[in-house]
């Protein structure tokens, strides 16, 4: 089978390599879609070879159909059709019992994020995929290749918007800065279950189009202007709750203008901006009581969201679909923002 493998800074290149061998715990997963994200760009573009992941297949986005299952392995059967989860959280120490299975104690750290397969352990990017069965959900009538992105495009915002729930009350106001891979699926969820108004931001005209197709009450190209014209259009107050879904320098401090008194701010991309906090009475930086998180990937029970919002119509993966083998096209074009919705490889 083919493999798109990690061989170093910048470098990726598909291999022929053996279909993997699964335990008594494991499922061989066919892969139907495997998306491409920002984070495997982040990845590539640490100037140090990555010890972990040399030689390892990438890709931690996989939707697929149950190829064989081990020995052990109840509730899934040949053909059913699955989603790979983001994260392979150990399930039993007391944050994963919590439900807080993205901050997993024993596959994770406080300086670490938990497992996560294409990161590591081989991932979708390839025909064949071992996963322990735990780590699927079953997508029913699912298109697996366009599901691919729920695993992490669809929980990594879930989570986000699970966490500011309190402030997403009807008559409030959400800002989504960014409405690529992952904003794109924010605004339907936020679309689909809250009522607050939403302004969505972005600097491409063609994501703003998309915005309004998807919802957004308001959209606005992300120049200079943008954060007084969000401020106009809540008389001054700023906006209940803002997602960054880029975070680079100039839309973290977008977001630190616009945000309401004792509203949420919510880092989701990973871009690499910064702000200065201070614990003093100065409000420069933020109005009071402005309650800041940023987001790593999901939970269980997001996916389990995601999944029913997609079966329910409500939550639709704009894609962009690329044949396996034409990764190095995939990795450029997203780096050339030339990318609508998310990029899925196809095997
Ligand atoms: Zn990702
Ligand atoms: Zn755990």
Redesign the pocket.
Known sequence: MNAVKYMGPGAVQLQEVAVPEIGPDEVLVKIAGAGLCRSDLHVLHIPEELPFLLGKTLGHEGAGWVESVGSDVTGLEEGDAVLVSLIW?????R??VEGR?NA????GSRTTIPTVPGLGPDGAMADFMAVKARHLDKIGDLDPVAAAPLADAGITPMHAINSARSHLTPGSTVVVIGVGGIGHMGLQILKATTDARIIAIDNDETKLELARGLGADVVLRSDSEASQKVLEATNGYGADAVFDFVGVQPTVQLATKIVAPEGALRFVGLGGGTFAYAADLSTDVLPWGVNVQSSFGGTRADQLQVIALAQQGKLHVETAIYPLADIQKAIDDLEGGHVTGRAILVP
């Open positions: 959280a150990c399930g039993h120490c944050a994963c299975d997993c104690e024993v596959n």
